[in-house]
T-cell receptor
Framework: GENVEQHPSTLSVQEGDSAVIKCTYS??????FPWYKQELGKGPQLIID?????GEKKDQRIAVTLNKTAKHFSLHITETQPEDSAVYFC??????????????FGRGTQLTVWP | EAGVAQSPRYKIIEKRQSVAFWCNPI?????LYWYQQILGQGPKLLIQ????????DSQLPKDRFSAERLKGVDSTLKIQPAKLEDSAVYLC?????????????FGPGTRLTVT
């Protein structure tokens, strides 16, 4: 099955700096890569996603890049703010086969933004 | 629109006891997922329903875990008997459909502690 690795496990940045979280996946058939933000006591919330036919996607301060050849994708947050502090998860999924729609999650990155 | 509802939010039981969790997905969402999130890890899929049929339960420990989705709406997840390693947050998610890789919306989760 799919294996998603995520780094780093913790990340501390100063307010206004950029933060980058990287993930790799093993199954070349995976074609959907969402990123979730999880705040304490809450369920994961989708913040951005990318499909395998796109190399980069941006939404205000958040961007995601995908390299299908190398099987890795990254989350970039610019101009970080204290409210960005949370655990971020990358995930991979595919739209065919017996595991249709199943999300495989990384282990998460605890992001702390210091004011 | 109302989000995914789960209850209870917290549950403490002793090992070998039984416990049940309830989930009400977003109205109109055909696909429902139950995930297990152990502390410090990403969510792991336990079971996926499409309407009231099981699509994927390959990672459900069927000797102790069971789930049902009557009438294709609400769902319950049961553990009987519970073990210490079942301590985790149990997340319910729903999406419009698994095909086409639709966004999964997560509930707040039920935190289970087995003593």
């Amino acid at each position: 099955g799919e294996n998603v690795e995520q780094h780093p496990s913790t990340l501390s940045v100063q307010e206004g700096d950029s933060a980058v979280i990287k993930c790799t996946y093993s199954d070349s058939a995976s074609n959907y890569f969402p990123w979730y933000k999880q705040e304490l006591g809450k369920g994961p919330q989708l913040i951005i996603d990318i499909r395998s036919n796109v190399g980069e996607k941006k939404d205000q301060r958040i961007a995601v890049t995908l390299n299908k050849t190398a099987k890795h994708f990254s989350l970039h947050i610019t101009e970080t703010q204290p409210e960005d502090s949370a655990v971020y998860f990358c995930a991979a999924s595919k739209d065919r086969g017996s595991t249709l729609g199943r999300l495989y999650f990384g282990r998460g990155t605890q992001l702390t933004v210091w004011p | 629109e109302a989000g995914v509802a789960q209850s209870p939010r917290y549950k403490i039981i002793e090992k070998r006891q039984s416990v049940a969790f309830w989930c009400n997905p977003i109205s109109g969402h055909a696909t429902l997922y139950w995930y297990q999130q152990i502390l410090g890890q990403g969510p792991k899929l336990l079971i996926q329903f499409q309407n009231n049929g099981v699509v994927d339960d390959s990672q459900l420990p069927k000797d102790r875990f069971s789930a049902e989705r009557l009438k294709g709406v609400d769902s319950t997840l049961k553990i009987q008997p519970a073990k210490l390693e079942d301590s985790a947050v149990y997340l319910c998610a729903s999406s419009l459909g698994a095909g086409g890789l639709r966004e999964q919306y997560f509930g707040p989760g039920t935190r289970l502690t087995v003593t």
